[in-house]
């Protein structure tokens, strides 16, 4: 079955980083694109970045970009999101999703191209 299991969250101070990380299994890995979402306490779920397949594409969302990068390492079946120059509005719970197809859509309805997700790991952002 599929798995995604996110690791690397944590508290950081303002303007600190920290490496996420999603082990998948329980699929071809390569063959899908992925992405990271986050919810923060109180709001809805945010799409943050995603990634395709072949790592030939990247987006991110306005409010990380410059700031976050996301990668993946087909070999280690694992998904990556470094997390660079934090702030308190970045504290949320942050999932990993596996796409339904090789590339990242972006549309109002994207969470509909997601068919599994992990447990989510949390982030605190704070001094």
């Known amino acids: 079955q599929v798995q995604l299991v996110e690791s690397g969250g944590g508290l950081a101070q303002p303007g600190g980083s920290l490496r996420l990380s999603c082990a998948a299994s329980?699929?071809?890995?390569?063959?899908?694109?992925m992405s990271w979402a986050r919810q923060a306490p109180g709001k809805g779920l945010e799409w943050v970045s995603g990634?395709?397949?072949?790592?030939?594409?990247?987006y991110y969302a306005d409010s990380v970009k410059g700031r976050f990068t996301i990668s993946r390492d087909n070999a280690k079946n694992t998904l990556y999101l470094q997390m660079n120059s934090l702030k308190p509005e970045d504290t949320a719970r942050y999932y990993c999703?596996?796409?339904?197809?090789?590339?990242?859509?972006?549309?109002?309805?994207?969470?509909?191209?997601?068919?599994?997700w992990g447990q989510g790991t949390q982030v605190t952002v704070s001094s």
């Open positions: 999703a596996k796409a339904k197809g090789t590339i990242v859509v972006l549309s109002t309805t994207w969470i509909i191209e997601y068919d599994y």
């Open positions: 329980g699929f071809t890995f390569s063959n899908y694109a």
């Open positions: 990634i395709y397949s072949n790592s030939s594409d990247t």
